[in-house]
């Protein structure tokens, strides 16, 4: 068990049959009374995002997640299909639950967190390099301030990118936001 004063963003606990993650914490105190604890968290077995409120002195059962090295096969309407390496075994993931499921590319090696033999999560570095495959050529002389366009990249993502970028070159996108952070 752990205090509900100790959650931080990261950390994960079950709650009946449902499995959260922290996304933001928060510690209010107002007057005489007790504190309450406000947390974002998101739900890793449904996807949802969600807040919760307790009060302080509460106490929440915390769980451990393990991590695991999969290489991305492909993923359908419902799931997605990683293979561990090592063992050559398969794992169906169902894609609501996968947060930057956007920025999975065939044969790339991810992180997936599992709790017991569940697969739970995604874990994505913070930049990834991918391939521009389709963009309209940058005219000349259109670039007297920030002018981005749209761009398709290798996985089927779109993205805005300068103009000075062509089909063919790599670029690293933020995976955060999404958004295009330099050539690679």
Same mark, same amino acid.
């Given at each position: ?88 075994? /398969? ?24 709790? /017991? ?68």
């Amino acid at each position: 068990m752990i205090s509900v004063n100790d959650l931080r963003a990261g950390i994960t606990f079950e709650e009946g049959e449902n499995i959260f993650k922290v996304l933001s914490f928060e510690h209010i105190k107002m007057g005489r009374g007790s504190a309450n604890i406000k947390v974002k968290v998101k739900n890793l077995r449904s996807g949802a995002t969600t807040e919760k409120g307790y009060t302080n002195g509460a106490f929440v059962k915390d769980i451990e997640l393990q991590k695991k090295e999969f290489q991305f096969l492909y993923k359908e309407e419902q799931s997605a299909y990683f293979m561990d390496p090592v063992t050559f075994e /398969q794992k169906q993931v169902p894609l609501k639950t996968l947060t930057g499921k956007k920025f999975l590319k065939e044969g790339e090696v991810v992180s997936l967190e599992f709790y /017991q033999d569940e697969a739970l999560d995604l874990i994505l570095p913070p930049k990834i390099t991918l391939k521009v495959v389709d963009t309209t050529p940058g005219v000349k002389g259109n670039s007297a301030s920030n002018v981005y366009k749209d761009a398709q990249l290798e996985n089927g993502m779109n993205v805005r990118v300068p103009l000075f970028v062509n089909i063919g070159e790599k670029i690293v996108v933020d995976t955060r936001e999404g958004n295009y952070t330099k050539r690679a």
